[in-house]
């Protein structure tokens, strides 16, 4: 394995500062090894992932800034609608590694006159010494060049790669089950975060490695789907990928079914395991909990710890189930608690929520004393719909 790859691979998210990133217009977060994020419906969970989802595509193959920002629809759609006297949308990220060296990079955005990006400010330090900071002499210049990041760049990224690499390896996963059963699900899809291309990615796995990880996924997946005692990569009569898993019942030999048979809560449980299994950067997951049973969503986060000791990868989750919040070795600065103003949504651990605290003494579970907290206001009049 290359010292590049160790270097990008031991790096994690430490801290996040945002502002006017689309409801958020004021960020400043320590982050975990698990981040848990809740709060009520439309508060901005998926819009925190997708800061971390847009630095990865700002230095993904094909991507870069003007192509991550197309894909959310410019620059205006990002800015949050509360940004007033500052009106650039920021995004300032602290990194830290196994070998003790720290990174920052900050960038700020704006747009010219026919809406294109522009970039206002882009720096990176290490170890708190500045390694560039933009716009620079050449950029006053050209001020074309403020179309691209430095970090996108390979010809003058060298002395901060790992950052730049880090970001590469950032994973969304949110597992649309019909996209794996679809017999075309693969036809112009590569590394789909919906799934599309799953089992393509799996069976592009080297032999040792497929049959490691589906047995361990096997074993997994017993504990949610008792029948299930077997699974395994079978290839169609054109060569097309399949899962393939025996299920236990009277008959001796047990049937087999193939992914287009499987439940919905089984596919994306299974998705979860492999991603979890493949190790690599930061993963984001959003409410993972779908289609599965609250006693097994329960004990998710525990697979989460088990497997993150395995690999290091760092979590990010969203969630609305107070089932995954159930569990005592979640801590206060793990759970990242938003909740929604006139004036944008704040994003604060639940350390920094005194009465989380005092029912945690009282005997209340973590669940118990912050999902309340996510409830949206006046719920009950739902109720009266069509009175």
Request: net charge positive; no cysteine.
């Given at each position: 394995?290359?010292?590049?790859?160790?270097?990008?691979?031991?790096?994690?998210?430490?801290?996040?500062?945002?502002?006017?990133?689309?409801?958020?217009?004021?960020?400043?977060?320590?982050?975990?090894?698990?981040?848990?994020?809740?709060?009520?419906?439309?508060?901005?969970?998926?819009?925190?992932?997708?800061?971390?989802?847009?630095?990865?595509?700002?230095?993904?193959?094909?991507?870069?800034?003007?192509?991550?920002?197309?894909?959310?629809?410019?620059?205006?759609?990002?800015?949050?609608?509360?940004?007033?006297?500052?009106?650039?949308?920021?995004?300032?990220?602290?990194?830290?590694?196994?070998?003790?060296?720290?990174?920052r990079y900050e960038l700020a955005l704006g747009h010219d006159k026919q809406q294109r990006p522009r970039i206002t400010h882009e720096s990176v330090r290490r170890d708190s010494r500045l390694l560039f900071s933009r716009p620079d002499e050449s950029?006053?210049?050209?001020?074309?060049?403020?179309?691209?990041?430095?970090?996108?760049?390979?010809?003058?990224?060298?002395?901060?790669?790992?950052?730049?690499?880090?970001?590469?390896?950032?994973?969304?996963?949110?597992?649309?089950?019909?996209?794996?059963?679809?017999?075309?699900?693969?036809?112009?899809?590569?590394?789909?975060?919906?799934?599309?291309?799953?089992?393509?990615?799996v069976a592009a796995t080297r032999e040792h490695t497929l049959r490691a990880r589906l047995k361990a996924i096997a074993s997994a997946l017993k504990i949610a789907v008792p029948q299930l005692s077997e699974l395994e990569l079978v290839r169609g009569?054109?060569?097309?990928?399949?899962?393939?898993?025996?299920?236990?019942?009277?008959?001796?030999?047990?049937?087999?079914?193939?992914?287009?048979?499987?439940?919905?809560?089984?596919?994306?449980?299974?998705?979860?395991?492999?991603?979890?299994?493949?190790?690599?950067?930061?993963?984001?997951?959003?409410?993972?909990?779908?289609?599965?049973?609250?006693?097994?969503?329960?004990?998710?986060?525990q697979m989460f710890a088990r497997m993150q000791r395995r690999s290091g990868r760092q979590m990010f989750v969203s969630t609305h189930s107070p089932e995954l919040l159930l569990d005592d070795g979640i801590g206060l600065d793990e759970v990242l608690?938003?909740?929604?103003?006139?004036?944008?949504?704040?994003?604060?651990?639940?350390?920094?929520?005194?009465?989380?605290?005092?029912?945690?003494?009282?005997?209340?579970?973590?669940?118990?004393?912050?999902?309340?907290?996510?409830?949206?206001?006046?719920?009950?009049?739902?109720?009266?719909?069509?009175?």
């Amino acid at each position: 394995m290359s010292s590049r790859r160790r270097d990008h691979g031991s790096l994690r998210f430490t801290r996040l500062r945002l502002q006017n990133w689309r409801n958020f217009s004021n960020v400043d977060v320590a982050l975990s090894q698990r981040v848990f994020v809740v709060g009520p419906n439309a508060s901005g969970k998926s819009n925190l992932l997708d800061v971390f989802r847009f630095l990865h595509d700002i230095v993904s193959v094909g991507g870069g800034l003007e192509e991550a920002v197309r894909k959310r629809q410019g620059v205006s759609k990002l800015r949050a609608l509360a940004a007033r006297k500052v009106p650039d949308i920021v995004i300032d990220v602290e990194l830290g590694g196994a070998n003790g060296a720290t990174w920052r990079y900050e960038l700020a955005l704006g747009h010219d006159k026919q809406q294109r990006p522009r970039i206002t400010h882009e720096s990176v330090r290490r170890d708190s010494r500045l390694l560039f900071s933009r716009p620079d002499e050449s950029d006053r210049s050209d001020p074309e060049r403020l179309t691209q990041t430095y970090l996108q760049q390979v010809n003058v990224n060298k002395e901060f790669r790992p950052v730049a690499d880090a970001f590469a390896s950032i994973r969304y996963l949110h597992i649309v089950p019909q996209l794996i059963r679809e017999p075309d699900r693969s036809v112009g899809r590569t590394n789909d975060p919906y799934g599309g291309d799953f089992l393509e990615q799996v069976a592009a796995t080297r032999e040792h490695t497929l049959r490691a990880r589906l047995k361990a996924i096997a074993s997994a997946l017993k504990i949610a789907v008792p029948q299930l005692s077997e699974l395994e990569l079978v290839r169609g009569p054109r060569g097309v990928p399949h899962l393939r898993g025996r299920y236990e019942h009277w008959r001796p030999q047990g049937a087999w079914q193939t992914e287009d048979q499987f439940s919905d809560g089984t596919l994306r449980l299974l998705g979860l395991l492999w991603a979890i299994l493949e190790g690599g950067g930061p993963l984001l997951l959003e409410e993972p909990e779908l289609s599965l049973h609250p006693e097994v969503v329960r004990y998710l986060p525990q697979m989460f710890a088990r497997m993150q000791r395995r690999s290091g990868r760092q979590m990010f989750v969203s969630t609305h189930s107070p089932e995954l919040l159930l569990d005592d070795g979640i801590g206060l600065d793990e759970v990242l608690l938003l909740t929604p103003s006139p004036e944008g949504t704040t994003a604060a651990t639940a350390k920094a929520f005194p009465e989380i605290e005092t029912l945690l003494h009282g005997g209340s579970t973590l669940s118990e004393a912050v999902m309340p907290l996510t409830r949206p206001r006046s719920a009950e009049q739902l109720a009266l719909f069509g009175d």
